[in-house]
């Protein structure tokens, strides 16, 4: 859809409207604003003049196009002469189809090749390749040698045309490239010509090799003179970067996969029908592989890390889609026609060869016509859907005609009828590469063009096959019928259909009969054609565009924010008088743009060549050669993307808008912040406007790391730890806490990396591992100092970067305790570490920086994006390629160092009962598979699980919320709505059960560890306490999640108590959640009717945990941590609960009995034992007590389910207002 806004500043603009793009998918082109007859090209007067060598090129790119033209008919015409020399006529459509395999097949990497490598190399390679390959036809002995010359011929055959078309799209404005097109489309179809008219004479009297060798001296003079005269691009690429670095970009899985489907599909339609019938196994079996790996490439091109052989966001959209739709179908009409007609003449009017080379010259030009009026058409006028329209009306118009040629018909019906189809394939060429051209920036060209190329190619392949197909099935079935009873009828039909030759031996009334079987056979073929050609019809009927906007004129930059500004005063001034204030802060911006105007410098030389269409004809504004000296490579990305990425989609706030034009407006002479290759090659001259200008763009650039490294505060300077400690150090921290602090790539964060960028970072993994050391109490107690000292100066002096972040995020699982529960700094340290974080936009989506300048097919806003170049210049790194291993994983770096900070402010707040603060962003909306990289790190797997736990929660509350609230109807029944409620929640769970277990669980019974169900079983529990306390939740739920709770919290303390060993670096958080976890299971406890059974049971256990969390915060003597503090209120808290019960027992009914206990003596001992020396008195905690700490987490739902198992509905009096909030620390109910 499209917004239009109808203001004064649109009116302002002229006849241009602003239209504002809010869909996904900017090709996708809404009916609603296109007119009846859209355009896809805004004309223009601007002038442009061809570059030196200009028609030098033209000359080289010319002769390669007309060989490749000349070389696409020439087996047409003589492929039966060829098929009878080595008697193979049933294969002889191989000579075509093995050359359009390998030129489909290779033709979209010239596109992505040259993007990597430059023009020259592609145009070089496909140059020699065509001519190595002429030149093995040339001199082949057989048909396989031949065959197989073909497809080396295709291999360089495929990089002629689009090479052509590439090149002239670096030196051509789009809007000047429809006469160039159309001049090349020419070329092409005046080689066409001379090979569908000479070939068959040069068969005839000279002999069919030389319609191979004669094209090898054209092939080196283009050689020869692209050699002097041709110049690669100025790419974003450079292979000084090393090779394996460049051809990491090239997909090669996609084109092997590409060659494989095709081949084998071919294999599949040449068998069918001709060698075997179309049942056999074989046949079958090769069609249904073909399409299996269809699939496989569909898959590799939506998830390869390459550049795709056809990138599938081209292929999204009404315009595309059907563009190409219609694309593949005009290349089966045309090629399959293009097949038929010599067979026709040959075979139904017994023409040689040179006579049918003399019917298909005439009819030919109409091809480079039609290619003509097509250029001037979309030159003039820029329509290109009528185009395509009216080229597959002749297409599919001039195949119904030839399908009505007799089988003796008037001679000039031979020609007439033949006119409209090439015709109409001249025109629908060049319209449908330019609908696509123009349906994506300037960037996407070279790539654009050669997918369209590749889908036309797969077009004829199929045209060939199944025309050809349908004729060899024709004469298997219809021949021996057709020559009745005759000696030998096997073979006779094997050689009529070998050889076009074998017809002429047959006696008159034979030849007869089989000359009317292939005109039978040819015929459908034609009927298959008109059918394709039909469908394109449809295609292009549906597919639909609009006017690109015009640029000239158009305001840009500072220019428009300016414009923007002016008439939101006038708006604001509505109804009001004039504000002097106003008129100030307008002049101030006019002075301003003064001061960017007399520096000369053009909105438009910013944008250059690598904009849309639309930005390519403003730039011609700029001077008379139209050259931009401008660094591309090293230009900052807001100044690589597109006009219409500048507009208020592109921007989240005012101030981002002004910081757009900032990197818009530089002056010539400043060199861009983000460029140090510009800095070098300007030997940095300066002047006083330059220097303003580089106050602006410096003031508003995006936000830059600022490293807290140096001397004066790096831990092995000032001598706080040697190196071989630091060592020590950072290897027990990597092999022993990882697990429990996610954020860091154990590959990254060496310690000579981390030093390199983060002295707090680098002390805080320090102090971290000093903690869990025995022997190093006084070098944790100078590291820890050290560590707060770093963590003032970094707040203070507003040092920034991802290892601040992370050092924030380290520093809080094992922050020493404070005088009160909120004393110590943890809420702090995430608020500084969401800020930097957010500054330094870890919170957005990492998208290739080739796909964020294109910005026609994100599935995401441009406000959640972030491309991977400016990513990488924001954290220090501006020379380093994206497409390195190192930058993958910093990139990827970013990308954790967010998830873990959503992770743990999560679970701080969740443990601390506090708001969310880190919001859910794209980035962990989308996180599910995240894991999964050639570059990730271990504990990935863990952390995205908690992060899609934490993050789906929202969902699920949302669920049981509305369940409560329909519990308030009176008709409602309650225990149909605790069992809905229920079955959400086991769902929600056992789905995330189902899929984690799999995918990080640890053994063969695949166990979550120790730390992760932890948290999983926290968070079920906070959801129970949820539902219990939920104001209308009905009895019957509260009465059915006491229980659950109480399962949930006794699971918590289980996992904790076996999962000891593992848990000794535990995070401070998750001795809140346990501590929560047995507060929960005492309240149930604590207060009873007549007393319960279980009570002893789980005060036990309560103790048990209790042991575990001082065990854990006193591992070592100066560890000190939190778990230790809570251990020791807990058992205070279970002492208080136990006194109370005796004193309770003491006045009651003694009718306790035993509790149902399930099979658990089999189990073992249990893993943790209480504390030998705990003051709490044995026979009043658990008479005859249950083992929980031994249990599973069946057993201990039976034992909760025992009958007599009752808990006092109101809890003991003490209830939670909103367990959401996890206030839940009632200490004084406990204590007081």
């Known amino acids: 859809m499209s917004l239009s806004i109808d203001s004064p500043a649109d009116m302002e603009l002229g006849t241009h409207n602003l239209t504002i793009q809010t869909s996904t998918d900017r090709n996708s082109v809404d009916e609603n604003d296109s007119p009846d007859q859209p355009f896809l090209i805004a004309p223009d007067e601007d002038s442009w003049h061809p570059p030196p060598g200009f028609a030098w090129i033209q000359t080289a790119i010319m002769t390669n196009v007309s060989l490749n033209g000349f070389d696409y008919t020439i087996t047409a015409t003589t492929y039966a002469t ?438 039978d056979g040819i015929r459908y073929g034609f009927m298959a054609s008109t059918a394709m050609a039909v469908l394109g019809i449809c295609a292009a009927f549906v597919a639909n565009g609009r006017q690109l906007r015009k640029t000239h004129g158009k305001r840009v930059g500072l220019d428009k924010a300016l414009f923007q500004v002016e008439q939101a005063v006038k708006r604001a001034r509505s109804g009001r008088q004039q504000s002097n ?207 707060n000292t770093l963590a003032h100066r970094v707040i203070l002096r507003r040092h920034k970067s991802i290892e601040i972040v992370l050092a924030f995020m380290i520093n809080i699982p094992w922050m020493f305790p404070g005088q009160h529960s909120t004393d110590d700094e943890a809420c702090v340290y995430i608020s500084m570490a969401t800020s930097v974080a957010i500054d330094l936009s870890l919170h957005k989506v990492i998208v290739p920086t080739e796909v964020l300048q294109q910005g026609s097919n994100l599935a995401l806003a441009r406000g959640e994006c972030l491309d991977s170049r400016t990513a990488l210049a924001m954290d220090g790194y501006p020379d380093l390629d994206p497409w390195t291993d190192k930058a993958k994983r910093l990139l990827r770096n970013r990308e954790r160092c967010w998830i873990s900070l959503f992770v743990l402010e999560r679970g701080m707040s969740l443990a601390r009962g506090r708001p969310f603060v880190v919001p859910v962003t794209r980035l962990v909306k989308d996180c599910d598979s995240w894991y999964r990289s050639a570059v990730g790190d271990p504990q990935d797997g863990p952390l995205v699980s908690m992060a899609v736990l934490r993050r789906d929660l929202d969902g699920l509350f949302s669920t049981v919320r509305a369940l409560c609230d329909g519990s308030q109807n009176p008709v409602s029944d309650g225990s149909l709505i605790a069992q809905s409620i229920q079955g959400a929640i086991e769902r929600f769970f056992d789905q995330w059960y189902t899929e984690w277990g799999v995918s990080i669980g640890i053994g063969p019974q695949r166990r979550l560890p120790p730390y992760v169900d932890i948290l999983v079983t926290h968070t079920r529990l906070s959801t129970y306490g949820g539902v219990i306390n939920h104001p209308t939740a009905p009895i019957e739920v509260r009465r059915f999640f006491r229980t659950a709770g109480l399962s949930s919290a006794l699971n918590v303390m289980r996992a904790a108590i076996q999962g000891e060993a593992q848990l000794h670096s535990m995070p401070n958080n998750t001795a809140i959640m346990i501590s929560f976890a047995a507060c929960f299971a005492l309240t149930l406890s604590a207060y009873t009717s007549g007393g319960s059974t279980l009570a002893p049971s789980i005060r036990k256990l309560i103790d048990e945990a209790a042991g575990v969390l001082e065990r854990i915060g006193t591992i070592t003597q100066h560890r000190n941590g939190l778990s230790a503090l809570y251990g020791k209120y807990l058992r205070q808290i279970v002492r208080k609960a136990a006194k109370q019960t005796a004193a309770t027992s003491s006045t009651a009914p003694q009718n306790l009995t035993s509790p149902a206990v399930p099979e658990v003596q089999s189990m073992g001992a249990p893993v943790s034992t209480p504390n030998s020396t705990s003051f709490l008195n044995q026979q009043i905690l658990w008479p005859e007590p249950l083992q929980f700490s031994a249990m599973s987490d069946d057993q201990i739902d039976q034992v909760l389910n025992q009958p007599g198992n009752e808990f006092e509905p109101s809890f003991g009096g003490l209830s939670w207002e909103d367990m959401n909030n996890f206030d839940w620390l009632h200490w004084p109910e406990f204590v007081g």
């Open 82 to 519: 060829i098929s009878s020399e080595f008697d193979a006529a049933n294969t002889a459509s191989w000579l075509t189809t093995s050359y359009l395999i390998t030129a489909t097949a290779f033709q979209p990497l010239y596109g992505r090749v040259s993007d990597i490598f430059g023009r020259r190399i592609c145009f070089f390679t496909s140059t020699v390749t065509f001519a190595a390959g002429c030149l093995g036809c040339g001199i082949a002995k057989n048909i396989i040698f031949l065959n197989v010359m073909r497809a080396l011929t295709g291999f360089g055959g495929g990089g002629l045309m689009t090479m052509a078309t590439i090149v002239n799209s670096d030196m051509i404005p789009f809007r000047k490239r429809g006469m160039y097109q159309a001049m090349q489309n020419g070329v092409f179809g005046f080689g066409s010509i001379a090979g569908a008219s000479f070939g068959g004479a040069i068969a005839d009297h000279i002999g069919w090799r030389w319609c191979f060798l004669a094209q090898v001296p054209l092939s080196v003079m283009a050689f020869v003179v692209g050699w002097y005269v041709l110049k690669d691009q100025e790419g974003s690429f450079s292979i000084d970067q090393g090779l394996s670095t460049a051809w990491k970009r090239v997909d090669f899985s996609g084109a092997l996969l590409l060659v494989a489907a095709i081949s084998i599909q071919l294999l599949g339609l040449s068998l069918g029908g001709n060698e075997l019938p179309w049942t056999s196994p074989w046949v079958v079996g090769s069609l249904i592989v073909s399409v299996a790996l269809f699939a496989a490439f569909l898959k590799v091109e939506a998830e390869t890390g390459a550049m795709p052989v056809i990138p599938l966001r081209m292929l999204r959209g009404r315009l595309p889609v059907f563009t190409q739709i219609a694309n593949v179908c005009a290349g089966m009409a045309a090629f399959g026609y293009l097949f038929m007609l010599p067979l026709f003449f040959q075979v139904v009017l017994l023409d040689s060869a040179t006579k049918v080379g003399a019917r298909l010259a005439i009819p030919s030009l109409a091809t480079p016509i039609g290619g003509l009026i097509a250029g001037i058409v979309m030159s003039r006028w820029g329509q290109l859907i009528p185009l395509v329209r009216t080229g597959v009306l002749l297409m599919a118009f001039g195949n119904a005609l030839v399908t009505s040629f007799g089988f003796e018909d008037a001679a000039w019906k031979y020609i007439v009828y033949i006119f409209p189809a090439n015709l109409g394939q001249g025109i629908v060429y060049p319209a449908i590469l330019f609908t696509s051209l123009a349906s994506f920036p300037h960037g996407d060209h070279a790539v654009s063009a050669s997918t369209t190329y590749l889908i036309r190619s797969l077009g004829t392949v199929w045209g060939v096959s199944v025309t050809s197909a349908i004729v060899q099935t024709t004469l298997s079935v219809r021949l021996p019928d057709a020559l009745g009873e005759i000696s030998d009828k096997r073979s006779v039909i094997d050689e009529i259909r070998h050889s076009v030759d074998a017809l002429k031996k047959l006696s008159p009334e034979l030849q007869l009969r089989a000359r009317h079987v292939y005109y």
């Open 581 to 787: 204030e106003d008129d100030k802060a307008l002049t101030q911006m006019r002075a301003l743009m003064g001061q960017l105007d007399g520096n000369e410098w053009s909105p438009g030389q910013a944008s250059n060549n690598h904009g849309s269409a639309e930005a390519e004809v403003s730039s011609s504004d700029d001077g008379e050669n139209g050259e931009d000296t401008t660094d591309q490579t090293s230009m900052s990305d807001f100044a690589q993307r597109t006009e219409e990425s500048l507009a208020v989609d592109d921007a989240e706030n005012p101030l981002q808008l002004l910081a757009r034009a900032s990197y818009f407006q530089p002056s010539r002479d400043v060199p861009s912040r983000s460029s140090p290759q510009n800095s070098r090659r300007r030997g940095g001259a300066t002047s006083g406007g330059s220097t303003e200008s580089s106050s602006l763009e410096a003031f508003f650039s995006g936000a830059k790391v600022n490293l807290d490294v140096g001397s004066d505060i790096d831990p092995f300077e000032l001598g706080l730890i040697s190196e071989e400690e630091g060592d020590s150090l950072f290897t027990y921290f990597h092999a022993n806490l990882a697990h429990t602090r996610w954020g860091l790539d154990s590959t990254l964060h060496t310690m000579a990396y981390t030093r390199s960028r983060s002295a707090f970072l680098c002390t805080s993994i320090l102090a971290a591992s000093a903690l869990f050391l025995p022997t190093a109490s006084a070098l944790s107690k100078r590291l820890s100092n050290h560590v």
